[in-house]
């Protein structure tokens, strides 16, 4: 059975940082892209980040900068570090592994107050 979890959600101050994890069992990790998606209230699901099973990155432009995504396939996690967090990242966070097939976490909650 594959599993994503996503956790290190929570409530932060505009300016602050957290780390957001994302830790998968059930599959073979490394061959996996693994992507970091948020989903703003009321709004559609979008990609922030990405990594690939080779450790390429790639992000959206609005987290440039403040957003870095890593991988630790020792540990079947992947990591999304947030700095210079604004009120306009608050949402959920779902992490996403692709291959062959996509699978789907169920969130984390990040609220930044102004």
């Known amino acids: 059975q594959v599993q994503l979890v996503e956790s290190g959600g929570g409530l932060v101050q505009a300016g602050g940082s957290l780390r957001l994890s994302c830790a998968a069992s059930g599959i073979i990790f490394s061959i996996y892209h693994i992507d970091w998606y948020h989903q703003g209230p009321g709004k559609r699901r979008e990609l922030v980040a990405g990594?690939?099973?080779?450790?390429?990155?790639r992000y959206a432009g609005s987290v440039k900068g403040r957003f870095t995504i890593s991988r630790d396939n020792a540990k079947n996690t992947v990591y999304l570090e947030m700095n210079s967090l604004k009120p306009e990242d608050t949402g959920v966070y779902y992490c996403n592994a692709a291959k062959d097939y996509s699978y789907w976490g169920q969130g984390t909650q990040v609220t930044v107050s102004s």
């Open positions: 990594i690939t099973s080779g450790g390429s990155t």
